[in-house]
């Protein structure tokens, strides 16, 4: 089984409604797409193909390589189709593994069944073929099996990501209810930005927002700031393979002559924060940040660059009726001081969004964990063109 040279179904995960974003990212990296789903990418290519995806993706969570899709009804068939498998072509018999799984059959009332029946077809296997046992367990830390099984279709992935992909490495300190960073950098991906103009994240919390537009600018990959994954642990790595691929990362930063991103919060403790996540990410220089209410953000006049804000929701923090405020001198500051930029607000409060009033000009539907949200977008036009008009229903 030459996984490093044959191709198969590659299976990309990702949070609920980052699939545009992320298959974005996987067709700049010259893939052909096979198929997109609400929270997948599907491609095909070899386990090298996917050293370089794990490296490269900022929306990702899983880079999962298909070893055997199946038909099965039952956990003895389950053992049955997976005992057909080479494991020990895959991992070294006195190697460490773990399964992680997606199941709905009825057969399985505890996804947990499930993965004991993997294991135990692995571990027959391998004792059957060498004698030896490997360990196995919950810690990502060997290689790592997928299960997904739906109905009466399953199929066995080696997950070559291991810990997900959506942390970035970069956030020492997260900072009260951050933002996902796959998540703030789908929601960056998705605006009008050009990756030049200012970028201008008052309310900035712990960073997250600013320095993934810092990374993005400059074309500095998640890669950068990792080095484990559980291709690693797969018979037949070798480490030229990821040192390859790390040292075009490298290659590809860039830099962006009179980048200005900007991010400011009331609290100063927020702004430590960030600038300890902005000096781990390597980007602490490319963002100017301060302490003040986001009225008196600095904002570069003549530019036509972004403004982004992700404010409280009231679901998880603080008290609605208090935000409504808040929401509304979001609207006027934006109005009043932002002119000739796109703004943008990330929320999960629609109510609370209809606060703003001013016309959103698209709404992109987000999840936050179980939060439905939104990033809205607002022309923020200057002289003619500008629209100040009052709408109470457009943020829907």
Known sequence: MQIFTTKSRIVITCHKWLAPALESEVIALGYEIEQTGQTSVMLLGTIQDCIRLNLNLRCASQVMYSLKK????????????????????????????????SVSHSSITNNMFANLRVKDAIVDYMRDK???????????????????????????????????LTKHGYRKMPGKA????????????????????????????????????????TNRTPGLLR???????????????????????DEKIKQVAGLK???????????????????AAGVAHLIDFAVCDFERTNIP????????????????LGVEAELEAVYTRIGDFMKNKCKGYTGYIFTGNLALAKR??????????????????????YQLYAGSKRTDKQVTGDAK
């Open 130 to 164: 060498s004698n030896l046992r490997p360990s196995t367990g919950s810690e990502l830390r060997g290689v790592v099996f997928n299960l997904f099984w739906k109905y009466d279709e399953a199929e066995i992935f080696i997950d070559t990501s291991g810990e997900t």
């Open 261 to 279: 991103i900007i991010a400011t919060d009331v609290s100063s403790a927020a702004i430590s924060t960030s600038k300890i996540n902005a000096e």
């Open 178 to 217: 951050p933002m996902l960073e796959a998540l703030a950098a789908a929601t960056i991906l998705s605006t009008k930005w050009d990756k030049a103009a200012p970028f201008i994240n008052p309310m900035c919390g712990s960073g997250t927002l600013a320095i993934e537009a810092a990374l993005i600018a």
């Open 70 to 101: 199946f038909t099965c009804n039952s956990p003895d068939d389950l053992y049955n189709e997976l005992s057909s498998i080479s494991w020990d072509k895959l991992m070294s018999p006195d190697g460490y593994f773990s399964v992680t799984s």
């Open 356 to 377: 703003i009033r001013l016309q959103t000009s698209r709404k992109i539907e987000f999840f936050n964990a179980t939060i439905d949200c939104r990033l809205l977008e």
């Open 227 to 249: 080095s484990s994954y559980a291709f690693m642990h797969l018979l037949g790595y070798e480490p030229a393979m990821y040192l390859k691929e790390r040292k075009l990362l």
């Open 301 to 316: 006049q003549d530019a036509n660059g972004v403004i982004m804000l992700n404010p409280e929701y009231g679901e998880r």
